[in-house]
């Protein structure tokens, strides 16, 4: 069951050929402790695209990398301030990989001149039990008798007229 309980991460890496399998790892590790155990493959393989993406291109190899759980989203954020990696150019076919298996991505610049490259994966519903209906229980009360019925005739009648009709009415 998925928990409803926002969740956040952040870990800031060197990135290194060989920190890219550990940091997968890491990311893992925190998906399977928030349950979120059927995003862990797709997630993961993002976040190594980006790193080794990074790590090839990039003059400055420090990243943060972000994770935030709404209950139905899982938003997955990398930020480096290398102003030489350009996403248009060095990250291009990386981000179509992360695109064709993300339910979401984009890039953008924060206001400190880093770009911030993000992809959403949405958690899909497992398997539902299928609810069975239950009969109604038995009450003990006792039912209560319908009203009694008057002829239309007798509700149409005129009203005495004076204190008669005080009297009739009583």
Known sequence: MKTAVPCYYHLDVE?????????????????????????????????????RAIDEHATDKHTSIEMWWNGQHLITAFGDDDP??????????????????????????????????????????????PLVPTAPAPTLREGRTVPHEEPVAVLAAPAPAGDDALEGSR
Do not use: Y
């Not at 790892?25 to 979120?36: G, N």
């Not at 990386?94 to 953008?108: E, N, T």
């Open 15 to 51: 990135v290194s050929p060989e920190r890219v399998g550990q940091v997968s790892r890491i990311l893992a590790a925190h998906l399977r402790h928030w349950d979120l155990d059927n995003l862990v493959d797709p997630v993961c393989r993002g976040a190594e695209l980006l790193l």
């Open 84 to 129: 030489d990696l350009r996403p248009d150019q060095d990250l291009r076919s990386c981000l179509a990989d992360i695109a064709a298996m993300s339910d979401g991505w984009g890039c953008c610049a924060s206001d400190t001149g880093s770009k911030i490259i993000w992809f959403s994966q949405r958690a899909r519903a497992g398997q539902r039990v």
